[in-house]
C-alpha cells in the first residue's frame, strides 16, 4: 500500500508564500499532483507534474503563482505558493498515480489518481 505524507501547510498573511511538500513510499515510479477544497466546495485540481517532469499542468486560478516540481530520487513532489491570497485558503491533498511506461503522463481529473495523501491546512488571512 502506498502512503503518501504531505507536511508545509499552515497559517500565512496574504501575499506570503508557503512550500508544501509530499513523499509517496515504496519503490515504484508516480506522476504526483495537487488537489485542494475549500470549506463548502468541491475539490478542484491545482496542479500536477508528470514521472519525466516534461508535462506540468497548472490551475487557472494558480498560474504565475504555484510552481511544481518534483525529485524522482525520493518520490517527493513540492508545491511552491507564493503571492498567497484568501481564496487559496483550502485543504491541500497529494496524489499519485504510479507510472511503468513513459514519463510524461499526468492528469488533472480527480478519478485518474490511484492514492490520496489525507490533506493540510493552508489559511491565508487577509
Known amino acids: 500500500q502506498v502512503q503518501l505524507v504531505e507536511s508545509g501547510g499552515g497559517l500565512v498573511q496574504a501575499g506570503g508564500s508557503l512550500r508544501l511538500s509530499c513523499a509517496a513510499s515504496g519503490r515504484s515510479t508516480y506522476s504526483m499532483g495537487w488537489f485542494r477544497q475549500a470549506p463548502g466546495k468541491e475539490r478542484e485540481f491545482v496542479a500536477s507534474?508528470?514521472?519525466?517532469?516534461?508535462?506540468?499542468y497548472y490551475a487557472d486560478s494558480v498560474k504565475g503563482r504555484f510552481t511544481i516540481s518534483g525529485d524522482n530520487a525520493d518520490n517527493t513532489v513540492y508545491l511552491q505558493m507564493n503571492s498567497l491570497k484568501p481564496e487559496d485558503t483550502a485543504v491541500y491533498s497529494c496524489?499519485?498515480?504510479?507510472?511503468?511506461?513513459?514519463?510524461?503522463?499526468?492528469?488533472?481529473?480527480?478519478?485518474?489518481?490511484?492514492?490520496w495523501g489525507q490533506g493540510t491546512q493552508v489559511t491565508v488571512s487577509s
Open positions: 496524489v499519485a498515480k504510479r507510472v511503468l511506461y513513459g514519463g510524461s503522463w499526468t492528469s488533472t481529473e480527480t478519478h485518474d489518481w490511484d492514492y
Open positions: 507534474i508528470s514521472l519525466s517532469g516534461s508535462s506540468l
